[in-house]
C-alpha cells in the first residue's frame, strides 16, 4: 500500500508545532549550526549600528534585528549611540554621521543608482564591517546582501563589494485577475485579495515586499496583461494605494496594467482613438487621479492588438500612437509606459515568429522617451527552448525590456522541478552581433550596445496564494533567479543555484553538490522530453497541460501544434530559412548564417529553423528519428535519476520539503513518460519507423492520450 | 497617516522566525506557562501509555508525543514496555493488555459507539490517569479530549468523564468546486487541489483531519451541492480515494455530492429517470465502482429539483423515487443517502417559506431505510436570525439531518466576527411540541422523539485556503462549535466559546471575560445591524454582499428582497399567518399559536411572520420604526464597542493575529454602517417618518449606495 506508507512518513514525521511550510522563502534565518562559524560571525555582528531614520532605514533595522537574533542565537538590538566602538556599520553616504566617521574610508564613487559596498576595514586597530550606499534603498539592499553571507556561511573578514543594478527596472509582472484567478497561475490563487482591500492588510504583502527587496527587484505590475479596466476605477485604486503603500519602504513601485479601451468601457468615451483630444485628456486626468493617490506610481503595462485586446490598430493608429498618447499622460510625474511587443495576427498568414518584428522595425526612434518596448526572449512564447527575439538589437532608438517568465506555462508548471537561470542565461548570452561580435542581448537590454536611457527585465510571476508561495519548492528559486539576473545578468546560473540552496536549505557540501547539479540539468531534461531538437509549442490546448502534438482543429492556424512542428511523411520542423518563411532574414547576418545552414546550426534549434527528414544524420550518427526517440527517452530516464538523488538527500532538511518534493518528482516522472510516449506515437504515425528495441515500447496508446482531458488544469 | 502607522505596527512586530499566522488552527501546543501548573501536569503525562496498533491507534500516538512534548517542554515519548508505571494510559476496552490491568477499574458500560471515558483512579496507591474507549477512533477522541484539558488548565487531579456522541454522523459539506472556487467560501479557495492527487498529499489534508478528528467530525461531503458529474469519474474518484487514504485514521468518511443527471452527462445514458433499470443499474456499477476504490465511502449528498439542479420530478417522480433509487446503489456497502430538503419553485407562487415542507412531508415513510434527509435549520435560507423550520418533529418515520452554515454567507462573510453558536443554539433549543411541551429540535435529530436509526448534523463549511483556514480568525470558532454541538448539542455556547478562546488565545481570565463576552453578542449585533425585529433576505444580488433592499427586478419573484419585507406605505414584514401566507399552518398548534398573535410573537421574529404598520406600538413603547431606527444605530454602535474591547485585548495575544481582528473590526464597522443606513434610507421612502434627531444622520445618499456594485466579491 505506498499510499499508506506515504502517509505515515508525513504523519510520524511532521512537527506540529512549527511545520516547516516552505512559506519563509530564502530569507530565513535559523540559527546557525556550525559553531566555530557562529563564534566568529556573533563577534562582528553585535549591536550593529544603523545611520538613518527613513522608512527604508526602519525596515532595515527590523531586518537585522531579526536576522541577526535568529542567525546567531543572540538577542540582537540596534546600536543607537556609540558608533565609534561597533563592529557593523550600515549608513549612506549623504549621511553626517557617515561623512564624519567614514568619508574618508570607504570609495563609493564605484557605486550607481541604488548600489551598495561592503567592506571589512581596519579603524584604530579595530576592524569593522561597513556597509555604505548611496540611497537608502541601496543600503537595504546591501543589509540583505551582508545577511545572505551569514546564511551562505561565507567569511565575513576581508569583504570588498562593489556592486550596482546593471538594469534599472527590475520587475515582476503578475498576470492577476481581479477574481484572483491567475492565467498560468499555478500555485494557488492571487496573493491580492482585492476585496478585503484596502482596509485589510494581508501579512504577505510584506513578506513578498521583503523577498523582493532582498534580491533587488524595484517594481512589480499587480494584474494581468489581459486588462480588466476595473481596476482603474476609484475603489481599485484605493486597494492599489494600500498596496504601495505597504511596498514602498522596499523600494517597490506599483505598476498596473492598462486595458487601451478603458475610456469607452468605464470612461463612457465612444472611442479610445488615441489621436483623439477627448481620450488623451481621459488618460491624463486618469493619470492625475492615480499619482494623487500614489505619488510613485510606475506606470502602465500595456498589451495591445494582441490575442483579443483592444488597441491603436482598431483606430486605424499604431502602436506608437498609442504608447505616445498614454507616455504622455504619466509624463507628468516621472511615469513610464511599458509597451508589449508580443503581437500575431490571425488574419496575417506569415509565420508568426516574423510577426512582432515586421511590427514593431518600423516604429524605431517613434516612440517618446519614457517608453519602453517589452520583448519576450523569443519570438514564439516561453518555450522550453527557444531562440532570442530578432527584434533585440534591432531597435536601437527603442529601450527594450527583456520579459522572461518565472512561471513555468511550458515547463511543467508548477509540479516540474526546472531551475529557469539557464534558460534565462541561454538568451541573455546569445550574441544578436548588432554592433559585430558580442553584442548580446544582454548588452543590448543593458544599455551598452544601444545607449537606452530606461533598462528593465521583468518575469511573469510564478506567485500564488499557496502557502509555500510557488507550489513546487524548487519554483522558489525562479523568482530568485530572475532578480539576481535583473540586478546583474553576468552572475552565473551555478552560483545563483549555490546561493538559494544554501539559504533555502543547507550549507552542506555534499548536499549542494547533489542538489545543485539537478537544478542545472532540469531544464534540459525538461527540453529532452517535451520539446527536443528544436520542437516547439506541442502542449494541449487551453490550460497548455500536458503534450497534444496532434491538435489542427483550432480557429487560429498558428495556435495548433501542427502548425509549428509540420510532421509528415518526410520529415519533421518548421522550414524558416530563406527556402521557408524567411524568418531567419530577420536576423543580423551572422546569426542568419549560424543558423540557416543545417551543418551549423545546433541540433537544439535544429528543428526550430529547418524541416529534416526522418532519416537526416545527426552529428553523432544517428538519423533524426532515432536521435529524437533517444531524447525523449533520456530524458525521461533522467527525470527518474532526479528521484533516485533526491531519495538521498533526506537526511539534509526537514521531512516536509523533503516529501513534497519526492512527490513533485513522481508526478515529473509520470509527466515525462506521457510527453515521451504521446509525442513518440504521433510522430511515428508520419516517420513509420519504429521506436529502437531497446527502449521500453509504450505500453499505452495514442488513442488514449489524445483521449485525455483536464477540464479544470489551472491557470488557464 | 493611519496607513502609515498601520503598516509600522506589522513591520515592527511581526516574527519574521515563526509569525503567529493562524494556521495551527485550536490545537495548538504551546508550552504552559503557568509553572505551577506545569509541574503538576509535568508527572501526569510523562511517558504515556497506547495500548493498540492500529493507523488510528499511531495518529493518536504521534499527537499525543507532538503535544505533551509541546505543552511539558519535555521530550514525551509512549512508553512501549511498562504499563504498570504508567501515570497516563489509552486503551480500548477489548485491547488484552486493557482487560488485564483494568476492565475491573473502568466502567465502560456508558459509552455508546465512539464515545470515551477518561477518569482518574487510584492503583496500589498510584495516582493515574486512563482514557478509555471500545473504538480506536473514540480513543483518539479521547485523547484529544484529555489535550484540551491541559490546553485550557483544567484540573486533572479527578478526572470522572464519559461521553458519547449524541449524532452518529457529524459533517462538514464543503461547497467545493473542481476548479477550486467555493461556492460561499469566503477564506480563499478550495482546499482540494485536484489537478495534484493523487500523487501529491499536500500537508494541509492532515492537519484537517486532525482538526476535524479533535472535535468529533466524522464525515465531511467534498463537493458543491451544486454537483459537478466530474467527479463522479475515474481519474476524479482515484483522487478521492488518496483524500479518502489521509482522513480514514481520523476516523472521517467521506462523501460526494451526485448530480442527478450523472447518468446522461458522463454514462451516456439518454436518461436519468430513477424509475428506469438503466438508470438504477448505472448507479449500482458507479457505487460498485466507488466501494472498491474506497471501501468506507460514506454515501452521496443530493441536492435535486432546487435551483436548477436536475432531479426526479423532471421526470414526473418524486424526491423518494430519486432518493431511493441512489440508495438502492449504496446499500450493499452499508453507504447512506442525505437528500436536501432545500427545494422552492419560481412555477410555484405560494410562499416559499412553504414549499420544502409541501414536497416532503408526504413522502414521510416513503424512505428507504439508509436515506436521510438534510433540513436547513430555517426554512428560508440560512438568515441572521431564523425560525426553526417547520418539518422538524413533522416527520417521524424520516431521519432528518441539521443543515447549518457554518460560512458567514448572510453574516457578514470573512469579514465580521460573529460567533454562531448561539444561532445554532436557538434552533436546537427551539421547542417543535411534536410530541408536546420539551420536542425541541434537538430532540427530533438525535432521535429522542421519533426513533431514528440515523442521526446526524452537517455544517456547511467556511474553509478555504487561506493560510489562517477561515478568512476571519474568529471564524474558525464557528467550524468548532460545530463540531462540538454534532458531539453534545446540550453544550452551552459560552463553554464552547470558553474552550476555543481558551486554546486558540489565552487562559487569562480578563481576556476570557471580555472576548468571550464579544463573541456571545455578535450575533446578535449582527441582526441588529443588518435585519432585525425578523427581516429577512435584504442581502445585494449573488454574492449575496451588503444591503439591497430595494431590489425587485430578479427573474424569480422569491430572489428579491422586496419579496420578503414587503415594505409600503403602511408599514412592512411578511404576513406568514392565516390572513396571509398561513406559512404558519405548518407549524404545531402551540408553536402556530404563540407566532400568529403579535402579542405574543416574540419581538425578535415579529417581521418574519407579520406585516405591522409603522406606528405599531412595541412592548417597550416605541413605535415600529423608531424601533427599527433603534436596533440598526444600536448594532452599528455595538460594533464600535467591539472594536474598542478588542484594543484593549492587544496585551494577551501576538500583534499579527490582533491586528488582523483589529483590521477586520473595522471592516465590520464600516459595513454595519453601510447596512444601517442603506436600509433605514430605503424604508424610509415607505414610512416617511424621520430618522429620530438624537441620532447621527446619514451623509450618503440612498443613491450612493444603491449605485455600488462589486463584480469581483468572493464566493459567488
Known amino acids: 500500500m505506498k499510499k499508506t506508507n506515504l502517509f505515515f512518513i508525513l504523519i510520524f514525521t511532521t512537527n506540529f508545532l512549527f511545520a516547516e511550510d516552505g512559506y519563509r522563502l530564502w530569507p530565513r534565518y535559523d540559527k546557525i549550526s556550525n559553531t566555530a562559524l557562529l563564534n566568529k560571525y556573533k563577534t562582528a555582528v553585535v549591536n550593529p549600528f544603523v545611520l538613518g531614520e527613513s522608512a527604508t532605514i526602519q525596515v532595515l533595522k527590523q531586518e537585522l534585528t531579526n536576522a541577526l537574533s535568529g542567525l546567531s542565537g543572540m538577542n540582537v538590538v540596534c546600536n543607537n549611540s556609540t558608533i565609534s566602538a561597533a563592529p557593523l556599520i550600515f549608513g549612506i553616504a549623504s549621511n553626517p554621521g557617515f561623512i564624519k566617521n567614514f568619508s574618508d574610508k570607504i570609495n563609493l564613487t564605484e557605486i550607481i543608482g541604488d548600489g551598495y559596498a561592503i567592506n571589512s576595514v581596519n579603524i584604530q586597530g579595530k576592524k569593522r564591517i ?6 537608502d534603498i541601496g543600503l537595504l539592499y546591501g543589509a540583505f546582501r551582508f545577511l545572505s553571507h551569514l546564511q551562505t556561511h561565507q567569511s565575513i573578514e576581508t569583504l570588498n563589494i562593489v556592486t550596482s543594478p546593471l538594469l534599472k527596472l527590475r520587475m515582476l509582472n503578475h498576470w492577476d485577475n481581479l477574481d484572483r484567478t491567475v492565467e498560468r497561475g499555478y500555485a494557488g490563487f492571487s496573493l491580492w485579495d482585492w476585496h478585503k482591500l484596502p482596509v485589510y492588510i494581508d501579512n504577505r504583502y510584506l513578506d513578498y515586499a521583503r523577498a523582493n527587496a532582498s534580491i533587488g527587484i524595484n517594481a512589480v505590475a499587480l494584474t494581468n496583461v489581459n486588462a480588466n479596466a476595473t481596476v482603474l476605477t476609484k475603489p481599485y485604486l484605493e486597494k492599489v494605494k494600500a498596496l504601495a503603500n505597504v511596498f514602498r519602504p522596499y523600494g517597490i513601485k506599483v505598476f498596473l496594467t492598462a486595458r487601451f479601451s478603458a475610456p469607452v468601457e468605464i470612461g463612457r468615451l465612444k472611442t479610445a482613438d488615441p489621436l483623439d483630444d477627448a481620450v488623451q485628456n481621459w488618460w491624463n486626468d486618469k493619470a492625475k487621479e492615480i499619482y494623487s493617490l500614489i505619488p510613485d506610481f510606475g506606470g ?30 504619466v509624463a507628468p510625474y516621472n511615469g513610464i509606459i511599458i509597451w508589449r511587443a508580443f503581437v500575431y495576427s490571425n488574419e496575417n498568414p506569415e509565420d508568426r515568429h516574423m510577426q512582432a518584428y515586421k511590427e514593431f522595425i518600423a516604429l524605431d526612434g517613434k516612440f517618446k522617451s519614457n517608453v519602453m518596448v517589452q ?12 531562440p532570442f527575439h530578432p527584434l533585440f538589437g534591432a531597435m536601437p532608438k527603442t529601450p527594450l525590456m527583456m520579459e522572461f517568465q518565472i512561471t513555468q506555462e511550458y515547463l511543467g508548471q508548477a509540479t516540474n522541478l526546472v531551475y529557469l537561470a539557464p534558460l534565462f542565461k ?11 561580435k558580442g553584442s548580446t542581448v544582454s548588452k543590448i537590454i543593458d544599455g551598452s550596445i544601444h545607449p537606452y536611457s530606461l533598462t528593465g527585465m521583468t518575469g511573469v510571476a510564478n506567485i500564488g496564494n499557496d502557502i509555500n508561495w510557488c507550489g513546487h519548492p524548487f519554483a522558489q528559486s525562479n523568482w530568485y533567479a530572475l532578480g539576481r539576473l535583473a540586478w546583474n545578468h553576468k552572475l552565473s546560473s551555478e552560483q545563483i543555484a549555490d546561493e538559494w540552496l544554501r539559504m533555502t536549505y543547507s550549507n552542506n557540501e555534499s548536499f549542494l553538490n547533489a542538489a545543485s547539479k539537478m537544478m542545472m540539468q532540469s531544464r534540459e531534461i525538461t527540453v529532452q522530453y517535451s520539446t527536443p531538437i528544436g520542437l516547439h509549442h506541442l502542449m494541449n490546448t487551453g490550460h497548455h497541460y500536458g503534450p497534444a502534438p496532434w491538435v489542427s482543429n483550432l480557429s487560429r492556424p498558428e495556435w495548433n501544434p501542427v502548425y509549428y512542428h509540420k510532421a509528415d511523411s518526410i520529415g519533421i520542423g518548421f522550414n524558416r530559412t530563406a527556402t521557408g518563411s524567411n524568418a531567419l532574414g530577420q536576423y543580423f547576418p551572422e546569426t542568419r548564417k549560424l543558423w540557416e545552414d543545417q551543418n551549423t546550426c545546433e541540433e537544439k534549434n535544429l528543428l526550430w529553423f529547418h524541416h529534416v527528414s526522418w532519416n537526416y544524420k545527426m552529428k553523432n550518427g544517428k538519423t533524426l528519428w532515432d ?11 533522467r527525470v527518474k535519476n532526479m528521484q533516485q538523488v533526491w531519495n538521498g538527500l533526506k537526511e539534509f532538511m526537514d521531512t516536509e520539503r ?31 519507423l519504429p521506436i529502437p528495441a531497446k527502449y521500453e515500447q509504450p505500453d499505452i496508446t495514442l488513442e488514449y492520450y489524445k483521449s485525455l482531458r483536464f477540464p479544470y488544469a489551472p491557470g488557464n
Open 658 to 688: 523533503f516529501e513534497q518534493i519526492k512527490m513533485l518528482l513522481q508526478i515529473q516522472y509520470n509527466e515525462a513518460i506521457w510527453w515521451r510516449n504521446a509525442c513518440l506515437l504521433y510522430f511515428q504515425t508520419f516517420s513509420k
Open 627 to 637: 536521435e529524437l526517440c533517444y531524447q525523449y527517452y533520456t530524458g525521461a530516464e
Open 426 to 436: 541561454e538568451c541573455l548570452e546569445s550574441d544578436t552581433y548588432a554592433k559585430g
Open 300 to 329: 502602465f503595462v500595456v498589451k495591445a492588438n494582441s490575442e483579443g485586446q483592444p488597441g491603436p490598430q482598431n483606430y486605424n493608429r499604431n502602436h506608437a500612437d498609442g504608447a505616445n498618447m498614454m507616455a504622455g499622460a
Open 375 to 386: 520583448v519576450k526572449n523569443g519570438a514564439i512564447d516561453f518555450q522550453p527552448r527557444e
Open 130 to 135: 561597513i556597509v555604505a550606499a548611496k540611497t
